[in-house]
C-alpha cells in the first residue's frame, strides 16, 4: 500500500519540457483552466494579462536524510519497547538500540537498490546523508547548492511493514508530499513527484 498526500503550498505548477512555469496574476494563483491556456500562450512567447511569470529547472536531485531516519528508528523502537513493559536500562542497551539501527541501515540499502533498479528514477540522482560525522561528502555539497535539491526523509518504525516518509523542495522547502510504503513503492512515487509525472493539488 502507498498514500501520497501532495500539499502544494506555491501557485499551479504547470509542467513542460523539464521546467515548471510559476505563474501569479495579483498575487494569486492562475485557475486550473486559464493555466492550461496559457500553456500554450507562452508557447509562442505571449504574456496576456499575466504578471510575474518565471521558469525554474526542475531539481532532479534527492538527498536522503538518513541521520534523520536513523535517530527517528532508535526513538520509535524506545517507544515500543517502553509499551513492553521493559525497562529504560534495557530499552536503552547497545544491543537493543543498535538492532533498531541496524534495521533502518537495512531499509536504506534496499530504497538505495530500488531507486537503481526502477526505470522510473532514471536521470535522477540519489544521494545519502549520514550526518556531520559520517560518509556524506557529495550530499553535503548538493545540500549547499543555489539550484536546489528535494530533501526526503524516512521516519523509520522497525519491525512495521511500511514505512512513512515526507519530502520537500530545498532549501525553502515548498512542494511537500508525504505518503507511505514498502522500500520499491516509496522509491517509484518519489521519483514521480521529482519528475511532475503526478497532478498537482490546491488546497
Not at 509562442?44 to 536524510?65: F, M, Y
Not at 533498531?100 to 534496499?110: A, I, L, S
Request: proline share 4%.
Amino acid at each position: 500500500m502507498n498514500t501520497v498526500r501532495p500539499l502544494f503550498s506555491e501557485p499551479l505548477e504547470v509542467q513542460r519540457r523539464g521546467t515548471w512555469t510559476l505563474c501569479v496574476t495579483r498575487g494569486k494563483s492562475v485557475p486550473r483552466v486559464a493555466a492550461t491556456l496559457l500553456t500554450g500562450v507562452l508557447s509562442v512567447g505571449l504574456l496576456i494579462g499575466v504578471e510575474g511569470c518565471k521558469q525554474h529547472k526542475v531539481p532532479r536531485t534527492v538527498v536522503l536524510d538518513e541521520w534523520w531516519s536513523n535517530d527517528y528508528a532508535v526513538e520509535a523502537g524506545w517507544s515500543a519497547c517502553k509499551q513492553d513493559g521493559r525497562s529504560d536500562e534495557y530499552c536503552n542497551s547497545k544491543p537493543v538500540t543498535g538492532g533498531y539501527r541496524q534495521e533502518e541501515v537495512q531499509f536504506t540499502e534496499r530504497l538505495s537498490t530500488a531507486f537503481q533498479a526502477d526505470t522510473t528514477c532514471s536521470g535522477i540522482t540519489l544521494a545519502v546523508y549520514g550526518g556531520p560525522d559520517g560518509e556524506s561528502s557529495q550530499a553535503t555539497k548538493i545540500m549547499f547548492r543555489e539550484d536546489g535539491y528535494w530533501s526526503f526523509q524516512v521516519n523509520f518504525d522497525p519491525g512495521a511493514k511500511t514505512q512513512r516518509w515526507q519530502m520537500s523542495l530545498a532549501p525553502k522547502q515548498t512542494h511537500s508530499s508525504s505518503g507511505e510504503g514498502t522500500a520499491s513503492s516509496i522509491a517509484r512515487t518519489v521519483c514521480l513527484i521529482v519528475k511532475g509525472a503526478g497532478g498537482s493539488v490546491d488546497e
